[in-house]
């Protein structure tokens, strides 16, 4: 419905290009926002505007750690107190130390002044407003980063409601350390931000602005964060934690920065809420509060930017501002009408009622939230759909380059065992796979193939054994560094990260041999850019290699592709990250014979370039056509390995496959 | 009071909390370990409960402590109340699945969740603006039996309280598993997709847990009620919380779990109490979590539906 | 469309205000002029009922000045403004910032009643400064607001806007714990609050008073008002053999506080606040637990004023539910707004925010709870704390506090 009237709305400027028009708004929506205090002269309503913007900050701030990176925070608010006592402390009267020579450097940066009340000379803080706001972010981040660490571990319902006991326990410390917060009465004199010496002081129009700024500039740093390297290792941890760190990303080192970032927005609010209210007791961060922001987010759209601000703003304005003024109205109609309950009706009070009613009915029919974080790609035209099929393998594959084997082995694994309870998956399985070459591993389901597969790229931990890559150790390393170190896979029930499009996943695939950190990634410089633009060009080229199949679905959303499609996609993200070896699992499972074909030809054709490829297949056509080497695992142990056509005729692999009965029966059938 | 009085006493009132935490607990690892939902609505459920069940004594001309009742009356009022109680919070639970919770039941990420907080925000409102903010007395008709155990006291309600509940949590046990429909809702929280091809009908499968789930928490409303005299809007959140930690701390989705963590949850706001102070139960009931968490991240005692994401 | 409304009804504003001038000069017989008292309370959330309880009150006070038209050539109105959010969960004073600046672009409103909480007063204070608009909060007692020591913060502008028809916990809680100490005898005591601003500023007024007179404090502990179960506590005070309990805090803890030590420490003096004076103590507690506390109201006792037993059946009868002790004192607060209006018309002088704020300075005006004046910042000068018991009558109704709290004494000042 408001995508219906938004394109209603729309359809005079359809002439204007996308990017114009969407400047244009933005141009629009700013005139609007600064000219509102002077246009507007009610200062409660200013002030309502300026709540919203602290809410919209703290949505974004949330917003990346729920909607960037999946992480369900339900104690956020914590973050929130954090900077808000942080500023409240040390602008206020109520922590105030004995003054020693050791503040007196403190007090040559104007952080302190020599304060006396009679008795002994004491400590007044008098930390500057525009000071507290980026160390205040620097003090939550930290915290963010303290409180993340034991989650690390937990996934959705632990993380939850570890958070929220965090979430509990700040408010009751305020509360009860009152020497340092003054407890339930609340902060006493904190101090209203100064500029060049005129002070803010209670006029709402000053704060406003400020807000304002905040909410640009937040909203800056999550759009250049969410189109960055960052943001895509984030989306890829909300998606799929495994393949994510299977495809180079440090879970630890990107779940922590999200906490990190997440709460040095919340520390910045809490700042800036302080500094407006001049007060701070325990109440305003409780578990209703980190709710508010998570159903603000969820209502306004999990990780998109723009969705979360308008939700916040509509939420909060809503309580503030327009209910109030809507129970104004409809009482002054049963004025008018004479109708007592119209007269009476406070809409004010059933707030929270509307509240629930607007969440239930968001969830059930609008879950996307008012503003999608994924826009849909328009659907192909004929043309794209019906491309014509490649044959032959790789076109384009000169724009990728060669790799160079050095002879000798690339992987070399040599008595690996894998136990899972009392089930042994591997034991004691000895590998070669030389550099270059292609080498398959078969065996009946439950052999233990995906297992070797796993205890190779460190996603399960074996009980003994070594794995050498280019002659250094696997084993004990993160899968990311086994990325990093060249070993990349596909999975066997295909693992994209299913709300991200085609290209998304694919430089996701870069991501470890990308560099961009968080500063960079937000300043944008000619450095990252380049990087940027390259990783771009190299992930269309990847792509393009499949032909038509995916460049012209670059933009759309993986989990609407055919299964064949998502597999080329796998695959794709496996080359982009420019592997030394290729782990290949089952990569034609549930295709056609003519897939089939097309795919085979196509690895044929990566292998011819040099590249060295470990495979798990059970279309024995494929492993002949392809493998120069074929290892059969059964009940996890090897039990045969030789060339393709030697393990065909094997007697211990017929067993394994078939069974001893039918053995006999099938001996004709395999040699025909 | 001797030492050891005290820790009598102590251990009375903690296994009193704690029988009524792993009630409600309960509610929350059914249908946890079945939908993976962490379903905000039954600290709610658990309030409106305690609210039918006032009415419900009220409409037997029980008005607070004036009426005591012994015998087969009271046995009577009791168990017409239980009825009542836990057939209407179990219905309610039913219509929150079926007509709001099923139709998000499959949507990956915290829709479900947040469906269940809106919910929680009309119960608690739709109470809140009918009945007033303020704690409201609860009849008593039990007699006012109690027993020295040296300085201890050990009351009648006291007894009560971990009989129902004890009963309520054997008859659970029993349901889950042994009965058919118990072991189709072990099945669905194993694997629903198996289980529907095993031709088990999970729908009724997740409305059993919804009314169990609810009943239970009805139940609780009820005892609560019995055993502190008042009940008011705001009770859900609190007795919700620990319950629902008590729940995660047992092992979620894990029946005996969540009744150990309940006593576990009782045990220490008790000795919280006595030993550091009630201003920092909370701190401390949460560091414990997060300790058992961290080194135990599947609870104490393992959870019984395998991780679904 | 806003912006609109919002310009014209400040043309309106401005018309009005103009017609105010012309009425203190003329006293015309033109239409009644509005004079609008804001209702700042917290009405969603925890503190709903007392909120409406309190707002109530007022509006009774403004009704039947109406009706009995107290004031020649003047109707007034209230503007409610609720201070409670869905995103607090409760009182929030963010939005009690939000409409303190409301209130002081509304140019209507001469004055206000509210707000409930101290954390909502603070934020309210300095901007009702400098917008130069008073405010009676018939409730929150927290000192710091109207302490000189904090002038520079809370009245910026320098004259006093935040006035109380309750005495902070400055007077409350030392006169009690004088009064337990010297009548009652008590040796030791266990001290507990609710966790909220009044009760914690309330009990550590008392606590350190005790300590002074002697009064052995064998422990301070707080409550978390939304849970149940204070058994753990009240075993612990059991163990103490502690000679008596206070209490600081309100109802919503104070119920189940009194229902517990009832059953577990029956024989210890129990004592509150007057935040466990009120019908909804009696009420929601219930006899015989409820029988045997103490209470303290910040005033002086009428013994045997009929008015308020009077005032208490009317209240009762217009919104079908009893008074409580902040209905009391809004209803009071009310009365003083519409006396300082009344006495500027009287003496010809215009309605403004100014005039009556001075008048309200100097009210000299009689109550509910007596005679009220007020010293220069803003606080009752009358400082008498009364002390009650609670005891059954039971040819009274139960929950009328007038007949169920018994008339002890004055508690000793500091």
Redesign the interface.
Known sequence: MVTAALNALGRPFAGIAPERRKFITLVLLTVVMLAFPIVHDNDGDIDSMANAMSYATLALGLNIV?GFA?L?DLGYAAFFAIGAYYYGILTSFQVMPEWSSFWQPFAALGLVEKMNQGGPDLVHFTLSFWLALPTAALVAAFFGVLFGA?TL??????L???T???G??VP??A??KSDWTNGAAGLNGVQAPRLFGWSFGVDATPYYYVGFAMVVLLIFISIRLRDSRIGRAWMAIREDETAAAAMGVNLVRFKLLAFAIGAAFAGMTGVFFVAKLQTATPEMFG?PVS?MI??MV?FGG?GSVWGVVLGAAVLQLLQSWFLKDLTQWINAFGDLVGSAWLRQVDLV??I??I??????VM??FR?EGLIPAMAKAPPLNMAAQTANVQRGGFTGLERIGRWQPAGGNALEVKGVTVKFGGLVALNAVDLVVPDGGVVAVIGPNGSGKSTLFNVITGLVHSDGGSIRFHGAELLGLAPHEILEAGVARTFQNIRLFPNLTVLQNVMIGEHARLHAGPVASVLRLPGTRREEAGARAWALDIIGLFGNRLTPRIDQIVSGLSYANRRRVEIARAIATRPKILLLDEPTAGMNPAETLELAEQIKSLHELGLTILLIEHKLDVVTRLAQNVIVLDHGEKIAEGLPDDVRRDEAVLTAYLGRTAQAAHAGVANG | ?TTA??IL??LI??V??GAMYALLALGFTLV?GIL?L?NFSHFNIFMVGSFVALMTLDAFGLK??TVVLTGLPLAGVLLVAFLVTMVATGVLGVGIERF?LR??RH?K????M??T??????L???V??TT??????FPNPLPAVHYDIGGA?L?LREILIWIIAFVLMGGLSYFVNRTRLGKAMRATAQDPDAARMMGIEVDRVIMTAFFVGSALAGAGGLI?GLY???T?A??G???G?RA??AA?LGG?GNVPGAMVGGLIIGLI??????LI???????VI??I??LV??FR?SGLFGRMAP?K? | MTVKLTRRSALMATAATAAAATLGVSGAEAADKVVKIALEMSFT??????A?RAAQGAMMAIDEANESKAVKGVKFEYVKFDDGT?TAGQYDPVQGATNARKMVSDRDIVASVGPQMSGVGKAMAPILSQGNLATITPASTNPDITDPKFAAQYRPAGKAIYFRTVATDAFQGPNMANFMADKLKVKSIFVLDD?GAYGVGLADAFQAQAEKKGIKILGR????P????????L??I??L?ADAMYYGGV??AG??LA??SY??IPNVIKAGGDGMFGS?LL???????VEGWYATQASPHVVDDPKLGNWTKKYTEKYKMGPDDYTVTSYDAALIIIDAVKRLVAAGKPVTRDNVRDNIQSSKVSTLQGEVEFDEHGDLKNKVISVFQIKQDKTKPLDDPSSQYKYVGVAPTV
């Open positions: 729920v999946g369900l034991p571990r937990l996934r959705g319902d632990y939850a409601i570890v929220l006991g965090f509990e326990i009751i410390v509360r009860n578990f709710t998570l159903v969820v999990m009070q059933s929270e009622l509240f629930g009613i607007i969440l239930v969830m059930l879950r | 009071m009085d005290l006493q102590q009132n903690g009193s909390l946890y993976e962490i607070g402590q709001l139709r998000v949507v990420g915290p829709a479900a947040i469906t907080i809106g919910v929680s925000y009309i608690l409102n739709v809140l603006l007033g903010a303020d704690a409201k007395n006291v009351r609560f502190y005299n008042f008011s705001s009770v959140f609190v007795a919380l629902f930690t995660v979620i706001e008790a000795s919280g109490g006595q102070a009630t201003a920092w139960t909370d701190v949460f560091s979590l997060v968490l961290v991240p991780n994401s | 959330g925890a503190d709903a009922t007392s409406l869905a966790s502990d707080r409550l978390d939304k849970a149940a179960d204070y058994s753990a506590i075993t612990k059991k163990s053999g109802g919503q119920v189940k229902k517990q059953e577990i909804d009420t929601g507690v219930g006899f015989p637990a």
